[in-house]
């Protein structure tokens, strides 16, 4: 016997063709015993067929060498499993329908205690975005960990990234600013010392985003490094820092913003009778110079060309900008509302609006942020202005936030339905059962009168319909399509956004009930 | 699906009714006239008078899942498009048993016989003769020849009324076409003989699909037979293809073996009413076994592509990407090409064995239905995602 392989000497045979290889026949066999006769083509073709039955039947498995996969252990037994039925509706989603609802999902899943089965993992792993399997590891269950022992691709998707001081020494401007967040989470002073360690040696850029990184997490704590960041030599640096400091209640930087701003408001508040008389008075008075200290604080001296502003009014702007708004209202013993009253009564009106807004972003405060969105709807700037100026007031309301855009919502309703949903998106929350009432009983009132071909409410529609109450929706919706024509531009718009009403309420039924 | 559910609202509907065996409405479509859809419940038939080439259409589907979602009332009276169409059905169903009645000519059938066999008698020398020449010329020589030197032998073995050496001969251009049919058997010759009654447990089923053939090949499993069986389906062209068997049910039912070695096919004689019992597990194989088992099948049909088996204790491994099942004596099977489901299988199981059914070719195991912890999965794809279905 040869020591080519049969089937190898078989194929090298038949490419080259008998006429021109020549090979002893008998010996293509796999067992002289089973050859038959024939012409040379014959032979290697019978040949063949039996080396390939040979082979076929005649293999044997050899033994592996056992593999070494360990059981996860308290798999599926630990927690109740999702039904086939909700987990399918998973699979359709990663399938692209309704991708936008995932999330939803996923919390669904995770507030019902149940887990993805097993065989669903993978799937899930390789198409839910990343940030998603870290926040709902609980709906991966234990199936999850222990895949990604066998599968170290997946290891980004389970294990939440750890800070390393390493990326943060080598790695790029993004991976720093990566590492100096998630360290900052888990240690602010250690990530504040991470920062100066390298920071006389980091370009301007990376300053700059190393101090933004910080805003969102600021603590006493990180003051001396920031007063020592106004002296930097870029000022895309010292701006990121003013942000900073602005946020931290009572330090030095405040404290001098109080101290430089006191001046530039009086307040004359009738006393005894004449109270029933006369209005209160704000009197404002522009700033005089700006000296060094109140540049180095973050004070710009010239406004930018677009801005018509005077350049006394930029300064006022700007410092009053600096000012906890609470500290007005305690000085002068009286309630935002009245100071925002008197102050539309100045020369200065819009002015303050906006200083004040600014002021009560940095360092919220209820009563102020109520009163001046009342302030802003009441400005009668232009519509676009008030809802921009409506989203970052109330974004920043904290706890107070679903009282503050209920009471606006309930302002704008019915009217003015095109900015009330623009906030709503903007502001990107779930709605409640009240603020779905609201939106779709205005909506019902437009429907049924709107013939126009284009509305912008309607476009919005659609990304809405994730965002709204599922019970409430499923109330109102059979009275908004009766009172909509067949015709009406508004019928598709409808009929998506009761689409996914319907998909949102079939997934609670599978995965609540 | 998704264009079903937007159609799945009572508004976009008029004339919506049912009644014990149909169910009928009038979809308001982009045409003039609404496309009215009807469907047969028992016997799983529907038309639809839209000219989506789909089957089932949108609307037929829209108007299914409006009926689960109990928007259909019960209707005594049938609209004349509905009334027409199952008159229609119902005649059809008449005509058929009277082409059995017929008895056919013993003696023209032997000449038909005899005059194929002579064609493919001399179209098989042929294409010995034409694949002789191939090896006295050389595979380097053919490699260039151009598609049309193939697809004329296939054609003329077509001809030759022997097209399943055509699909063979094609085969080398188009691996997924591997259907066994050759020379058919008369089925009603086949459904005449006894069969026989058993509890079939349906462990899977799958659907391919040709230029212009159809084919559903549904796998079951006899409880006291121990044996396997396979029921082939085919539609041409728009025909929808039966729902006769679904996986995960258990059926009490007459099945007739077509001749074969060793038999395989059946056809389904006689269903007895339905029979609330769980898919049983066939007998279980280790490697070993099943290659044993595989080689003395092959001795006794040498040209034997695949067959059903069931391995277990199997534990799925993934080894440099590649899925695999591994027995308990630590020998390994690979699973057929292009298998997606490996990791789904290997969660599945979360390092414990499983029971795999499936075809084997003598080198991979193409899996079909998984049983894991007293629950039956079956290979399913949405879209582009490989998953397991639980269906029992």
Not at chain 2, 147 to 153: D, N, P, R, T
Not at chain 2, 258 to 267: A, D, T
Not at chain 2, 292 to 316: F, G, K, Y
Request: glycine residues 6%; neutral net charge; proline residues 6%.
């Amino acid at each position: 016997m040869s020591t080519v392989p049969a089937w190898e000497r078989l194929i090298s045979i038949a490419t080259l063709g008998t006429a021109r290889a020549a090979g002893a026949s008998d010996d293509l066999w796999p067992d002289a015993s089973i050859a038959v006769a024939g012409s040379p083509e014959q032979g290697v073709l019978r040949a063949a067929a039996a080396t390939y039955l040979w082979t076929h039947a005649g293999r044997r498995i050899a033994v592996q060498p056992p593999s070494t996969l360990v059981a996860p252990g308290d798999q599926s037994n630990s927690s109740a499993l999702v039904r086939e039925a909700a987990a399918w509706r998973f699979g359709r989603m990663l399938s692209g329908e309704h991708a936008a609802l995932l999330e939803e999902w996923l919390s669904l899943a995770a507030a019902s205690g149940r887990v993805l089965p097993p065989q669903w993992v993978p799937v899930a792993l390789d198409h839910v975005p990343r940030e998603l399997c870290l926040r709902f590891a609980s709906v991966l269950g234990p199936t999850a960990r222990w895949l990604v022992r066998q599968n170290s691709n997946w290891a980004a998707h389970v294990q939440p990234p750890e800070p390393s001081l390493d990326r943060w020494n080598a790695g790029t401007l993004q991976e720093r600013c990566v590492q100096l967040s998630l360290q900052r989470v888990r240690d602010p002073a250690s990530a504040l010392a991470w920062l100066q360690s390298t920071w006389s040696a980091d370009p301007p850029e990376a300053r700059e985003a190393f101090v933004k990184v910080l805003q969102s997490t600021i603590t006493a704590g990180d003051e001396a490094f920031l007063e020592a960041a106004l002296d930097d030599k870029r000022k895309a640096v010292r701006m990121a820092a003013v942000e900073c400091l602005t946020r931290l209640s009572g330090c030095a930087h405040v404290q001098r913003a109080i101290a430089r701003a006191a001046s530039l408001l009086t307040w004359q508040s009738p006393k005894g009778l004449s109270r029933l008389l006369r209005k209160a008075k704000l009197e404002v008075r522009l700033p005089a110079a700006l000296d060094k200290p109140a540049q180095r604080d973050g004070i710009e001296a010239k406004p930018p060309a677009h801005r018509k502003i005077g350049e006394r009014a930029f300064w006022l702007t700007q410092m009053l900008s600096a000012v906890p708004p609470d500290y007005w209202s305690q000085r002068f013993g009286c309630s935002a509302a009245a100071l925002l009253e008197a102050a539309a009564g100045t020369e200065y009106a819009l002015d303050l609006l906006s200083a004040w807004s600014s002021a009560a972003v940095r360092q919220p405060s209820s009563e102020w942020l109520d009163a001046l969105c009342a302030g802003w709807l009441a400005s009668g700037l232009e519509a676009g202005l008030q809802t921009e100026a409506l989203v970052r007031l109330i974004a920043a309301a904290g706890e107070q936030q679903p009282t503050l855009l209920l009471k606006y919502l309930r302002a704008l309703l019915p009217s003015h339905l095109d900015l009330a949903l623009d906030l709503l998106k903007q502001l990107g929350v779930r709605w409640g059962a009240e603020i779905t009432q609201l939106v779709l009983e205005a909506l019902r009132d437009v429907v049924r009168q709107d013939q126009q071909q284009w509305s912008h409410a309607r476009n919005a529609l659609q990304a809405e319909a994730q965002q709204c109450d599922v019970a409430t929706a499923r109330q109102q919706l059979p009275k908004l399509m009766e009172v909509c024509a067949e015709s009406s531009p508004w019928r598709n718009a409808l009929e998506s956004l009761q689409d996914v009403v319907e998909f949102r309420a079939a997934m609670r039924q599978e995965l609540v009930t | 699906m998704q264009a079903a559910q937007s159609l799945a609202k009572p508004g976009k509907w008029g004339n919506l009714g049912r009644n014990q065996r149909l169910l009928w409405g009038e979809c308001q479509g982009s045409g003039a006239n609404p496309y009215q859809v009807r469907v047969d419940l028992q016997d799983v038939a529907y038309k639809c008078s839209c000219p989506s080439r789909k089957l089932p259409c949108k609307h037929t589907l829209g108007l299914l899942l409006l009926m689960i979602n109990d928007a259909v009332q019960v209707s005594a009276a049938l609209p004349d498009f509905v009334m027409e169409w199952s008159g229609n059905r119902a005649k059809r169903a008449e005509t058929r048993p009277s082409k059995e009645a017929t008895a056919p000519d013993p003696e023209a059938q032997a000449r038909r016989s005899e005059k194929r066999e002579t064609r493919v008698l001399a179209g098989v020398e042929q294409l010995e003769v034409w694949l002789t020449d191939i090896i006295g010329q050389g595979l380097a020589a053919a490699r260039t020849q151009p598609l049309s030197f193939w697809s004329q032998m296939a054609a003329r073995q077509v001809d030759a009324q022997a097209p399943g050496l055509a699909r063979r001969v094609r085969a080398p251009l188009a691996v997924e076409v591997r259907q066994l049919i050759g020379w058919t058997q008369d089925q009603d010759g086949v459904r005449a003989r006894a069969g026989i009654r058993d509890h079939w447990s349906v462990l899977g089923r799958r659907q391919s699909e040709d230029e212009q053939l159809r084919t559903q090949r549904t796998w079951l499993h006899g409880r006291e037979s121990q044996r396997f069986a396979l029921v082939l389906e085919f539609a041409v062209g728009t025909q929808p293809l039966p729902a006769t068997f679904v996986t995960g049910q258990c059926i009490d039912a007459e099945l007739v073996y077509f001749e074969g070695v060793p038999e395989l096919r059946v056809l389904e004689k006689v269903r007895h009413p339905t029979l609330q019992a769980r898919i049983a597990l066939p007998r279980v194989l280790d490697v070993t076994a099943l290659q044993t088992e595989h080689a003395a099948r092959l001795a006794s049909n040498p040209w034997l592509e695949r067959w059903p088996v069931m391995v277990a204790p199997m534990l799925p491994i993934m080894s440099g990407g590649q899925p695999y099942l591994q027995d308990d004596t630590g020998r390994r099977i690979g699973l057929v090409a292009g298998f997606r489901h490996g990791w789904n299988l290997l969660a599945l199981a979360g390092g414990e064995p499983l029971a795999v059914f499936g075809e084997w070719d003598g080198e991979t195991l193409d899996p079909i239905t998984v049983h894991c912890r007293e629950r039956w999965f079956t290979l399913a794809q949405l879209g582009e995602l490989p998953l397991l279905s639980q269906v029992a």
